[in-house]
């Protein structure tokens, strides 16, 4: 049985950073893990994605340059680090393994249960 386990929210002050883990257990046979993130009241928004074996990755607009999303193959973690972190950067993240490329939730099969980031200003 395929779990995703995130670790590593909490709350941070503005500007300040995060490290998400995100670890697998099971087989997965999805080449691609990615990273979510929903606040309150809003709809759950693609952040970044990695393609497992290649290694390429994929972000959007709004997080290039301030997150960086790697992996520990040994490990089968999957890590987001979060540099300059605003208030409106409050959200519940995710991981998620599925096809790549895509920065699309549909294209996720499995998720984890999210782990909460408060920033505060």
């Known amino acids: 049985q395929v779990q995703l386990v995130e670790s590593g929210g909490g709350l941070v002050q503005a500007g300040g950073s995060l490290r998400l883990s995100c670890t697998a257990s099971?087989?997965?046979?999805?080449?691609?893990r990615g990273w979510f993130r929903q606040a309150p009241g809003k709809e759950r928004d693609f952040l970044a994605a990695?393609?497992?074996?290649?290694?390429?990755?994929i972000y959007a607009d709004s997080v290039k340059g301030r997150f960086t999303i790697s992996k520990d193959g040994a490990k089968n973690t999957l890590y987001l680090q979060m540099n300059s972190l605003k208030p409106e950067d409050t959200a519940v993240y995710y991981c998620a393994a599925g096809s790549w490329p895509s920065s699309d939730q549909t294209g996720y099969d499995y998720w984890g249960q999210g782990t909460q980031v408060t920033v505060s200003s």
């Open positions: 099971g087989r997965i046979f999805r080449n691609t």
């Open positions: 990695l393609n497992w074996s290649g290694g390429s990755t």
